[in-house]
Each structure stands twice: as structure tokens, then as C-alpha cells.
């Protein structure tokens, strides 16, 4: 017969209660008496999944360099998911926005959520910090071995962009990219460079920059883009004839370069974004972008949160082109306008993880 939680009570010197206030976080104790009787429970095998608690108060977890909702509104839409999702189920939702100088889990304990949601990027130590605390926990547009997670289907999503600029007749297709350490930017950038292979063209390491760490979107892919043309100049080359931006705010950045530097939006050079925000279908000319349903990525989160055994840990949301005049103007040649169209290999991520539920994108 398995450890009970009365064998743990027993070894702790405490009462049940205690023990289950303990392993389901709830307030009413100090954190050391909290931690000893989580070591006792855990060295003693005592499955404390079987005490998981009624989730009433959700923390949403940023990171800094993501709380500019007006300049990258990304996750604004996915915590109005977030927030959907919790009205509907009774759970009372609180934002809180960290960085690497902040005690984000003292920050926590203040909050005392019964599960956190932990969106985008945020540094390792901080997330072993969050599996650490042993409540429920999500990631949203963040991956992590073992841990429940809902992404977009990023690097088959990145597949499309390429095939569509290839289909267009672009060659000389340049990526601006952002840190590698956020999960989705990597998996952009490893779409974008199998889409080469997959197409049987040769991969131009040139072609691919990354902006400045420090820098938003906006001035780092500006000045990205203006490398890119500066660097083709100075080599005698070909300027790039496309450019796939891993966010809408950079391939927007990006569009604004060109045009000053005298090139024709598309006619010189095809610009994709990612993302869909707003201001995507407002540029001149109107923006080619992958549009990602971002409500559904926060209200899933949830979901998945309140799932007790569910069916895989991973849940992949698809993507959807979106052809605007950045490619499709000036009389080019029209492309396809889904995966369903196309023959794109699924991403790495899939093939490895075959068996696992993941949508395709479409």
C-alpha cells in the first residue's frame, strides 16, 4: 500500500490539515513549516497530485521586456483569453510583470495563487524557481520538457511564409530574428531555414540577422534591416528580395527601411510578419502575415490548467497565412493560402514528438 497523507501527518508531528494546507499551498502556514512537510512528503513517495486543489485564483506571469501592450500587443490578447477563460470557470485572475532583478516568487506568495500561467519568455532559473513552488502550472508561448504547455504551430508557420515567397519567385529571402532563448522565436528561425532545404535551394547565412539584445522590435529589426541592405551593398550583392520578420513590429520596422532606401514594397522586396496585430493591416502597403488566434493560446492555458489527467501535455494551435500587398501587390503572381494547399514537412518538434496531439496548421 502507497504513503498517505495520514503516514506524512504522522512523520511531520502535524495533523492532516496542516499536511494538506501544506501540499496545496494554502495560506495559514510559515514557509518553512510549508517546506518541511513538502521534503517529508516527497521523501517519503507521497503522490501530493492526489490533493490537487481547486484552482480559485490565477496568477498570469509576464516578463518585463513583454509588457509594452502599445507597442507589442501580442500578450494583451492573450491574457483578454486568460481572463475569458477564468470568468467562465469562476477563477479570479491577477497579473503580475517580472524581470531577472525582481523576487518574483516572493512577488507570488504575496499573490498566493492556486496556479500560475507563465507567458512568453522568462529566464530558466525563474522557471525551475515556479516548478519548484509545486502548484499547478502552465506555459503559453514557452515550451519545457515534462511541463503543460499550449504554443503555436511556430516553425510550420514560418514554412508557409517561405514557401509563399517562393512561390512568388523570391530567392533571396532574409529572416530578422529575435533571441533564440525565446522558444518561438527559435522555432521561426528553424522554419525558416528547412524551408531552404525543403525547396532544394541553397541557405545564405548573410541573409539571416538578429537584432541587438536590449532593443525592442521596432529600432532593433530597423536597424537589422538596414544591415542587411548595407552589408549586400558593400559585399557588391544583390539586395534581398524578401524579408521574413519573426513579429509583425519588426516586418513593419523592416517595410519602413525599404521604402526609405528607395525600394518598392513588393515590387523590389516582399516583406512577411507574424503574428496578425492590428497595425498589420494598417501599414502602406497592407502587411502579409501569419495570423495567430492569440485569445485561444490564453484560453487554453486555462483549460489545460483545469485538465486533471489530460490526454497530452502539449497542445499546438495552428496558424493561418494571410496574403496583403507587402507580396501580392503590384501584379505578382497569386500563391497559396493555407497549409492545406501546400506541401510543408511537419516541424521538427512534431516528428520527434509523433504520437502527441498536435493540429496541423492550417
Not at 91 to 115: E, M, N, Y
Not at 301 to 310: A, H, I, R, S
Request: with cysteine.
Amino acid at each position: 500500500m502507497g504513503t498517505t497523507i495520514r503516514d506524512v501527518a504522522q512523520a511531520a508531528n502535524v495533523s492532516i490539515g496542516t499536511v494538506s494546507r501544506a501540499l496545496k499551498n494554502q495560506p495559514g502556514l510559515s514557509e518553512a513549516t510549508r517546506a518541511r512537510i513538502v521534503e517529508i512528503a516527497q521523501s517519503m513517495g507521497y503522490d501530493s497530485a492526489q490533493l490537487r486543489p481547486r484552482i480559485r485564483r490565477l496568477t498570469f506571469l509576464l516578463h518585463r521586456q513583454h509588457n509594452n501592450f502599445a507597442a507589442s500587443p501580442f500578450f494583451s490578447h492573450v491574457l483578454h483569453g486568460v481572463e475569458d477563460a477564468c470568468r467562465e470557470h469562476g477563477i479570479v485572475p491577477a497579473l503580475l510583470t517580472a524581470g531577472p532583478a525582481d523576487d518574483t516568487i516572493q512577488q507570488l506568495r504575496l499573490h498566493a495563487p492556486d496556479a500560475v500561467a507563465v507567458a512568453g519568455f522568462v529566464e530558466p532559473e525563474t522557471l525551475a524557481a515556479l516548478v519548484a513552488l509545486q502548484r499547478p502550472l502552465v506555459l503559453i508561448d514557452l515550451w519545457s520538457e515534462g511541463l503543460r504547455s499550449v504554443n503555436i504551430d511556430n516553425a510550420a508557420g514560418a514554412a508557409l511564409a517561405m514557401h509563399h515567397l517562393f512561390a512568388m519567385g523570391r530567392r533571396r529571402v532574409a529572416f530578422i530574428g529575435g533571441s533564440l532563448a525565446h522558444y518561438s522565436i527559435a522555432q521561426r528561425a528553424l522554419g525558416y531555414r528547412r524551408a531552404f532545404f525543403e525547396a532544394g535551394l541553397l541557405f545564405d547565412p548573410s541573409l539571416e540577422t538578429t537584432i541587438e539584445g536590449g532593443l525592442d522590435p521596432d529600432t532593433g529589426a530597423a536597424l537589422a534591416m538596414q544591415r542587411l541592405l548595407d552589408g549586400a551593398r558593400q559585399r557588391g550583392e544583390a539586395a534581398p528580395d524578401a524579408v521574413f520578420a519573426y513579429n509583425d513590429a519588426a516586418a513593419l520596422a523592416a517595410l519602413r527601411v525599404c521604402q526609405a532606401n528607395g525600394l518598392r514594397v513588393p515590387e523590389d522586396i516582399a516583406i512577411v510578419g507574424f503574428d496578425d496585430i492590428a497595425a498589420a493591416a494598417h501599414a502602406t502597403p497592407a502587411l502579409t502575415t501569419l495570423a495567430v488566434d492569440k485569445e485561444a493560446l490564453g484560453r487554453r492555458g486555462v483549460e489545460l490548467l483545469l485538465e486533471e489527467t489530460p490526454q497530452a501535455n502539449e497542445i499546438v494551435l495552428p496558424v493561418r497565412l494571410v496574403e496583403r500587398a507587402s507580396t501580392t501587390g503590384g501584379g505578382l503572381k497569386s500563391a497559396p493560402k493555407s497549409a492545406a494547399s501546400l506541401t510543408v514537412p511537419p516541424p521538427l518538434e512534431t516528428v520527434a514528438r509523433r504520437g502527441k496531439t498536435q493540429p496541423e496548421a492550417s
